[in-house]
Each structure stands twice: as C-alpha cells, then as structure tokens.
C-alpha cells in the first residue's frame, strides 16, 4: 500500500536515503544536519495523487561552500537532484560541527591557560571532563580573525562538580574561544578579564534538595473507557477534527491537512522560525541572538516523553526517525505526545427563575513536543477544543543564560540578580509561526478588526459609544501589522465564497497574545537576519518554497530569504491561497524564581472560528450531572 505523502518519515526510509546518497556522493566525509520529508507538492495533496516519497537531506562535506541540500526519491530508488548551498547562506550546523568546535577549544593552550588562571583545574582528561563548552552560532558577528564564509561559532564554558551537575552554575565568564569550523582551528581566544567563580550549588535534581514536599495527594487521570481519539499512522481524529502530525528538522512539531467536520480549516500549521536576541551589553552575551530552528535544526532536538511526567493520562505516542550525523537512523521514541485534558466549563447558565442550571464540561485534544537547545527547553501544544478554537501555545523553561557579576560590574537594568553573584541578561524570545490556510476548502481574504471609539455627537451625546472596525489587508505590505491590545486588534481569515446560514463568509480569527516584536536598532544584525520579528504579522499569497520567515539557510547568514526580502514584490493578497506569518513573544526579564531552573513561562495564540459555525456548536454536549 502507498504510503501517505503526509506521513512520517519511516527509518527504514533513512537507511535507504543515506545509501543512495552515499552512492552517488564522491565525497566520504559528508556530515548530516538534518533528514526530513521534503514537503510535498500542496496540489498535489489536495487532489489526492500517488507522490513519490522524497527525502531531503542536508549536510556539509569537504567542499569549499555552505554544504548541500540533497533530495532522494526513496519510491523510485534515485537521488533527483543535489544542489550545493552558497557560503554566505549555509545549511545548519550538526553534532560535527560542535564536536569540532569543543574539541578544538579544549586543546587550545591559550584558552586552557585563561581557564586555569581562573582557579579551574585543567591538569587532567577528568578535570577537562568537567568543563561544559556550548558552541553558539556566530551569527553575524564572526570574529575579524575567521575569514568571510568560513563556518563560525563561539564557545563559552561552564564547570561542573560533577557529571550530573548544573553545567550552568559556574561560568568561566568573560572567556569565548572563536572557532573556525571550516579551517578547524580556534582563530581568537577573547578574554575581557577574570571574575570569581561562583560556589554556591545550582543543583534542582531532588536529591539535591534539603526537603521533598510530602503533602501532595495522588492526582489521577483516568479514562476508564480509554481515549476518544483515534490515530492511524499520523492522522489523528477527535470530535470532527482531523489533522496530520510529525516532525521537521527546522520546525519542529507540524500539523498538516488541519480539517473539523469534513472542513479545511489549515494546510499546514507550523513555527517557522525563532530567534533569541540579548540584551545586555556584557560581550559575554551582546552577540548573542541565535535563530533555534534554523541555526541548529531545533526539531533534531526534540525530547522523548515520558507517561507520568511529561504526559498525563492516556497517551498515545508517535516515534521521530532522524539521522546521526555520520549517517546511522536515531528513533526517538514517544517524540509526539496526544491525549485528552479536561478543560473546565464549556458554558453554563444558572437560571434563577426556574431554579436550574445547565452546564456542560470542556475537554482539548494535545498534541505536544518537546525540544531542548542547548539551556533552553521549548515546548510546542497545540490545542483543539469542542467548540472549534485551536490555540497554539509555547512553554518555555530549562535554565537561563547566566553571567557572573562583582559589586563593580553589577547592571540590574541589562542583567538583574537571580543568585549568589550571579544574574541573568535581559533577552526576549519571538516565534514566528507560519499558518497556510485552506478555510473551508478555498481561496481566502484576510482582515483587520479593531474598535474605534465614536466621537462625541447628537448620535452618541454620552460618548459611550464604540464599533468593531473591519478593513481587508490586500497586498503584502499592507499585511505587515502590529499588535494593538489597546483597541483589541485581532485578524480575521475568510473565505469569501463560503457564507454561513446568516449570510456571512465564514471565518477564522486570530487572537493574538500582548506579545512585543523585536527590540533592536532597524540596522542591527539580528534586525537584518530575523526581520521576521519587527513585526507581529505578514501574509503572503502561498508559494512552495516559501516556509522560512528568516530564509532556508541562516548559518553566516545576513539576512537574505526571509521574510523582508519574500514580501519586497508586495504581492496581492486577496481572495488567494493564503497564508499568514504570526510571531509571538514573550520578553524576559529574569528574576531570581528563574534560577536553578526555570519554572514555565507561556506565550502563543488562539484561532477561533467566527461565523464558521451558525450557532454554539457544543449544544450537543452531553450532561455530565445530574441535580
Ligand atoms: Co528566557
């Protein structure tokens, strides 16, 4: 039986694209940064075609460029086509990569020396052992002693007491090893003095800790008649929605073929890219404003749940095959988690004439992964409830950036305390999440909705008076909008082909959160390379290349094939095949609560259906209890 062209990517899939790869490959030491299924021809989904199965692989090898993006047809047995990836715009990095860089930094004697003269013991291969180096991507501020084009990254290091220590309690502050990847050598070991090492513990595992709460009764999910949802390979269905899930090297978790009672709602729904700018002053972290899903494949990195502590209840699980970087499959099991939470009150009325109420329960459906970049752990749940809405929330926790501070250098505006000598840069994290409409199986227009106070007039002589204001977005430019809480801005999909029984188009509107965009200089670097994140929306008319709100390839990159430059043409947008760029963000201000380990902080939006349905359709829900 054909496979589904939506359908996860098989490890047997793997093994055979690395072969043929390999096969027609005259280079041997082609390191991989990332195996996905290439995204397949939307029409063609759509209208049901037999697609061959086309695995995208990506990587570098010895070639003097940015690496190759190769696509392998695993029906047909055949690699179509292999295209090499210019320097200025590279494919991300891998465990190569950073295997080299911390190799290349623990043996550099200039480094091991400003290591030692901070008190740290680097006399042995166990002392070493102890030292945590994260490379982080250079992004655009490579050091002058790498050359243009080479691969880059910067090095900072941490100690630890021992292996199952917080690796980020004890920075080796003010010290980066600048590696060239590309020439394999540490080029620059920049050193802007020593600061004592912290003491104090940063440990949050239990056995770390001076007492266990002991008061906390069992809490237990149980649904004894089992789950109301069903899954068949990667489709799952639950109460009239149908959608697809799995996993992409740069997105992460996606939704494909997002359909409620038998109607499109969504093509595709998925981040499309994240940055992390800082901004504190301290060089430790100026530079830093990593772009997690392109720049280091955030979806290479997703977690494997576990029953109990991840996931609640009855969970069904799906796997994620992805490639080592020397070419070997690596499942990760229960990488997709979906299950069932109740959710409160749908609704309810008390009726105090008749003395009787009616009240009906909620429940969503969950669909959740987990990924962990470097100290960092980003959560993505999609949310879908009875009544129709779909919300996209993000949980961010793990450990803070960290710096190490003296009574001299203390900067609470740009790096407030969190610990004994210890405080935490001020940094914001935007994702950009793109949505492909598919409303109602057709073209789509898109819209702005905001209230507007009346003036003071015969008509209104109380001033009291306000409307809901709607005014299409039809060009690109014109999409290119802010969040406005003050006036309740949200923005609303039609399909203006599709009228509900009160003869209006039926409808989506996004809800977005009070989320800021990007707080930066327009000429800075990370304005140029995650232009994405100055605005809290764009739309696009739909166009298969164009997934990447900050471009396909970001290592060493400027800026170049994002959404600035996708947008430039300024398109029409109306009445088309729609599809709408929303970054959320959550600004963090650390606070000494974020410290050992970072309880959950939540950012994202909801989509609810407006006139999509005729009336509440949760009538049907049935009582639970009984007076
Ligand atoms: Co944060």
Same mark, same amino acid.
């Given at each position: 039986?054909?496979?589904?062209?939506?359908?996860?990517? %098989?490890?047997?899939?793997?093994?055979?694209?690395?072969?043929?790869?390999?096969?027609?490959? %005259?280079?041997?030491?082609?390191?991989?940064?990332?195996?996905?299924?290439?995204?397949?021809?939307?029409?063609?989904?759509?209208?049901?075609?037999?697609?061959?199965?086309?695995?995208?692989?990506?990587?570098?090898?010895?070639?003097?460029?940015?690496?190759?993006? %190769?696509?392998?047809?695993?029906?047909?047995?055949?690699?179509?086509?292999?295209?090499?990836?210019?320097?200025?715009?590279?494919?991300?990095?891998?465990?190569?990569?950073?295997?080299?860089?911390?190799?290349?930094?623990?043996?550099?004697?200039?480094?091991?020396?400003?290591?030692?003269?901070?008190?740290?013991?680097?006399?042995?291969?166990?002392?070493?052992?102890?030292?945590?180096?994260?490379?982080?991507?250079?992004?655009?501020?490579?050091?002058?002693?790498?050359?243009?084009?080479?691969?880059?990254?910067?090095?900072?290091?941490?100690?630890?007491?021992?292996?199952?220590?917080?690796?980020?309690?004890?920075?080796?502050?003010?010290?980066?090893?600048?590696?060239?990847?590309?020439?394999?050598?540490?080029?620059?070991?920049?050193?802007?003095?020593?600061?004592?090492?912290?003491?104090?513990?940063?440990?949050?595992?239990?056995?770390?800790?001076?007492?266990?709460?002991?008061?906390?009764?069992?809490?237990?999910?149980?649904?004894?008649?089992?789950?109301?949802?069903?899954?068949?390979?990667?489709?799952?269905?639950?109460?009239?929605?149908?959608?697809?899930?799995?996993?992409?090297?740069?997105?992460?978790?996606?939704?494909?073929?997002?359909?409620?009672?038998?109607?499109?709602?969504?093509?595709?729904?998925?981040?499309?890219?994240?940055?992390?700018?800082?901004?504190?002053?301290?060089?430790?972290?100026?530079?830093?404003?990593?772009?997690?899903?392109?720049?280091?494949?955030?979806?290479?990195?997703?977690?494997?749940?576990?029953?109990?502590?991840?996931?609640?209840?009855?969970?069904?699980?799906?796997?994620?095959?992805?490639?080592?970087?020397?070419?070997?499959?690596?499942?990760?099991?229960?990488?997709?988690?979906?299950?069932?939470?109740?959710?409160?009150?749908?609704?309810?009325?008390?009726?105090?004439?008749?003395?009787?109420?009616?009240?009906?329960?909620?429940?969503?459906?969950?669909?959740?992964?987990?990924?962990?970049?470097?100290?960092?752990?980003?959560?993505?749940?999609?949310?879908?409830?009875?009544?129709?809405?779909?919300?996209?929330?993000?949980?961010?926790?793990?450990?803070?950036?960290?710096?190490?501070?003296?009574?001299?250098?203390?900067?609470?505006?740009?790096?407030?305390?969190?610990?004994?000598?210890?405080?935490?840069?001020?940094?914001?994290?935007?994702?950009?999440?793109?949505?492909?409409?598919?409303?109602?199986?057709?073209?789509?227009?898109?819209?702005?909705?905001?209230?507007?106070?009346?003036?003071?007039?015969?008509?209104?002589?109380?001033?009291?008076?306000?409307?809901?204001?709607?005014?299409?977005?039809?060009?690109?430019?014109?999409?290119?909008?802010?969040?406005?809480?003050?006036?309740?801005?949200?923005?609303?999909?039609?399909?203006?082909?599709?009228?509900?029984?009160?003869?209006?188009?039926?409808?989506?509107?996004?809800?977005?959160?009070?989320?800021?965009?990007?707080?930066?200089?327009?000429?800075?670097?990370?304005?140029?390379?995650?232009?994405?994140?100055?605005?809290?929306?764009?739309?696009?008319?739909?166009?298969?290349?164009?997934?990447?709100?900050?471009?396909?390839?970001?290592?060493?990159?400027?800026?170049?094939?994002?959404?600035?430059?996708?947008?430039?043409?300024?398109?029409?947008?109306?009445?088309?095949?729609?599809?709408?760029?929303?970054?959320?963000?959550?600004?963090?201000?650390?606070?000494?609560?974020?410290?050992?380990?970072?309880?959950?902080?939540?950012?994202?939006?909801?989509?609810?259906?407006?006139?999509?349905?005729?009336?509440?359709?949760?009538?049907?829900?049935?009582?639970?209890?009984?007076?």
């Amino acid at each position: 039986m054909a496979i589904h062209p939506l359908e996860a990517l %098989s490890a047997s899939e793997i093994t055979t694209a690395v072969k043929l790869f390999r096969e027609h490959h %005259s280079d041997e030491q082609a390191f991989f940064s990332s195996i996905g299924i290439k995204e397949p021809n939307k029409q063609d989904v759509l209208h049901e075609k037999q697609i061959p199965r086309v695995v995208r692989l990506t990587g570098v090898d010895q070639q003097a460029d940015g690496g190759f993006v %190769s696509m392998v047809d695993v029906t047909e047995n055949k690699v179509l086509a292999t295209s090499r990836v210019p320097l200025d715009a590279q494919v991300a990095y891998n465990y190569a990569d950073f295997g080299i860089a911390i190799m290349l930094t623990k043996s550099n004697t200039q480094w091991l020396d400003a290591v030692s003269a901070r008190g740290v013991d680097v006399s042995s291969d166990e002392a070493l052992a102890l030292i945590q180096i994260d490379p982080w991507p250079a992004g655009g501020y490579a050091h002058d002693s790498i050359p243009k084009g080479h691969r880059a990254l910067r090095c900072i290091a941490f100690v630890r007491e021992d292996a199952t220590d917080n690796g980020y309690a004890r920075p080796i502050h003010g010290l980066i090893a600048h590696v060239d990847v590309t020439a394999k050598t540490v080029t620059h070991v920049e050193d802007s003095g020593v600061v004592p090492m912290p003491t104090a513990s940063g440990r949050f595992d239990s056995e770390s800790q001076s007492s266990i709460r002991s008061d906390l009764k069992p809490l237990e999910i149980t649904q004894p008649e089992g789950a109301s949802f069903q899954v068949s390979g990667n489709k799952i269905s639950w109460q009239g929605f149908e959608v697809r899930a799995s996993v992409h090297p740069v997105s992460g978790l996606v939704l494909h073929e997002l359909s409620l009672q038998q109607r499109p709602i969504l093509y595709r729904a998925a981040l499309s890219e994240m940055v992390v700018p800082y901004g504190d002053s301290d060089p430790m972290h100026s530079w830093k404003h990593v772009l997690d899903a392109s720049e280091y494949n955030m979806g290479t990195m997703i977690n494997s749940l576990k029953l109990g502590c991840d996931c609640l209840g009855e969970i069904h699980y799906l796997d994620s095959h992805q490639v080592t970087f020397d070419g070997k499959p690596k499942t990760v099991e229960n990488a997709i988690c979906i299950h069932e939470e109740d959710y409160g009150i749908q609704w309810k009325h008390y009726d105090s004439s008749s003395q009787t109420t009616e009240v009906r329960r909620s429940r969503r459906l969950v669909i959740s992964s987990v990924f962990t970049v470097g100290n960092y752990d980003y959560g993505f749940y999609w949310y879908l409830y009875l009544d129709g809405t779909i919300q996209m929330e993000v949980k961010l926790t793990g450990i803070v950036g960290i710096s190490v501070f003296t009574e001299e250098t203390y900067n609470p505006a740009q790096s407030p305390v969190i610990g004994e000598n210890l405080s935490s840069p001020v940094h914001q994290h935007l994702f950009c999440f793109r949505l492909d409409w598919h409303l109602d199986g057709g073209t789509n227009s898109l819209f702005e909705n905001q209230i507007e106070v009346m003036p003071m007039s015969t008509q209104n002589p109380e001033g009291t008076q306000f409307q809901s204001v709607s005014r299409p977005l039809t060009t690109e430019s014109e999409a290119i909008r802010d969040n406005a809480p003050h006036v309740s801005r949200n923005w609303k999909v039609v399909n203006p082909a599709s009228k509900n029984k009160w003869g209006v188009p039926v409808a989506y509107k996004l809800l977005p959160a009070a989320s800021p965009t990007l707080f930066a200089q327009a000429g800075s670097q990370v304005a140029q390379r995650a232009a994405f994140a100055s605005h809290n929306l764009w739309a696009t008319p739909f166009k298969e290349d164009e997934l990447s709100a900050a471009g396909a390839n970001t290592v060493m990159h400027a800026g170049q094939g994002g959404l600035a430059e996708i947008t430039a043409g300024n398109r029409d947008i109306d009445d088309c095949d729609l599809v709408m760029w929303h970054t959320v963000a959550l600004t963090h201000v650390p606070r000494p609560e974020d410290w050992p380990v970072m309880p959950v902080e939540y950012t994202g939006f909801h989509l609810i259906p407006v006139g999509f349905f005729d009336q509440n359709p949760t009538l049907d829900l049935p009582r639970k209890c009984e007076e």
